[in-house]
């Protein structure tokens, strides 16, 4: 395993003895965090995303079960795995416990090798749920968001930016020539350069809420939430220019010795009245325009 893939545990208890057994139980395996009350809990659980959190239940000033109250409301915590670990040992209290959402309830005294087991079963749990989702909204090629995503995300910032009549701007970039760059330089080498210009891109796209996303084949789209068309041609000229920085040959581009790219843009109108598929249609035209103007130029 990659230093990288070790997962990490949160341990709250407020039993110095307690936080001690596990953490030292768990320390071989996993990257062990602790919190010595509710509080210090959310604190580092905020800090540090463990994957997993051991919650005793009876701790004074704020309880196991109003922590994951509290984990749940947070939308940055609200993932997070939680296993009780509690002197509570009716069975009530486990089906409160897994009623309000915990993965798992451990009573004490507890079993080490029981409480690794669960642990274990629960951190694997995560990780698949995470390549499930990496599966479902990353393109494998590019790493950037896949269509699938950008459909989502477009739908909801569309929403968004006509409630709060905000800025929405969109672009779509298509890499020139690139059939004739796999005819001349191969698919592998295509596969390449189509890489690089999508780091370019998700490079260049550094506002929180921004995406850079694989639309199909060699064409990307970026969306930019609250950014005007003057903001957002500034970004889009910038990764123009990241790209043709990068100089790749494209010796029968016909456009230019190098790799260029086209891009269509438009920006969503305060005022308008369109549907979200407007948006896109409006940028569409712009980057068919951008093509027969020659390509390696931006239209907006
Ligand atoms: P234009 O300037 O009009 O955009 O010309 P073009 O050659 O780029 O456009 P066209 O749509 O004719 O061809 C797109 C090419 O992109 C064809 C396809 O083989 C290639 N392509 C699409 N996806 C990939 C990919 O994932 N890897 C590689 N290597 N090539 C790809
Ligand atoms: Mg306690
Ligand atoms: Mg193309
Ligand atoms: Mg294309």
């Not at 109003?66 to 040992?89: C, K, M, N, T, Y």
């Not at 968004?160 to 905000?166: L, P, Q």
């Not at 790209?243 to 010796?251: G, N, S």
């Amino acid at each position: 395993m990659k230093i990288a893939d070790v997962q990490k545990v949160l341990v709250a208890d407020d039993d110095a003895v307690n936080r001690e057994v596990l953490g030292e139980l768990l320390k071989p395996e996993y990257t062990v965090l602790l919190a010595k009350n509710g509080a210090q809990a959310l604190e580092r659980a905020a800090r540090h995303q463990p994957d997993l959190i051991l919650l005793d239940v009876m701790m004074p000033d704020m309880d196991g079960y109003e922590v994951l109250r509290r984990l749940r409301a947070d939308p940055q915590l609200a993932h997070i795995a939680v296993i009780f670990i509690s002197g509570l040992d009716h069975p009530e209290d486990e089906a409160a416990g897994l009623k309000m959402g915990a993965a798992d309830y451990i009573t004490k005294p507890f079993n080490q090798t029981v409480v690794m087991a669960r642990v274990a079963l629960h951190l694997q749990v995560v990780r698949q749920r995470r390549m499930l989702e990496r599966l479902a909204n990353v393109d494998g090629l590019t790493e950037l968001a896949n269509r699938r995503r950008f459909d989502e995300v477009y739908e909801m910032e569309w929403q968004r930016a006509r409630r709060n009549g905000t800025a929405l701007s969109l672009a779509l970039l298509d890499v020139d020539a690139f059939k004739q760059y796999n005819d001349r330089y191969g698919h592998p080498a295509g596969d390449r350069a189509l890489r690089s210009v999508a780091r370019a891109a998700a490079n260049a796209m550094r506002r929180p809420g921004d995406l850079a996303a694989r639309y199909g084949g060699e064409e990307l789209v970026l969306l930019m939430p609250e950014t005007d068309a003057f903001e957002a041609r500034m970004v889009v000229e910038g990764i123009c220019e990241a790209i043709a920085a990068l100089a790749i040959p494209h010796e029968s581009s016909g456009v230019a010795p190098m790799l260029t790219v086209s891009v269509g843009g438009a920006t969503l109108a305060a005022d308008g009245r369109e549907e979200s598929a407007a948006l896109f249609e409006a940028a569409d035209t712009h980057l068919y325009r951008a093509k027969k103007a020659g390509r390696n130029r931006i239209v907006w």
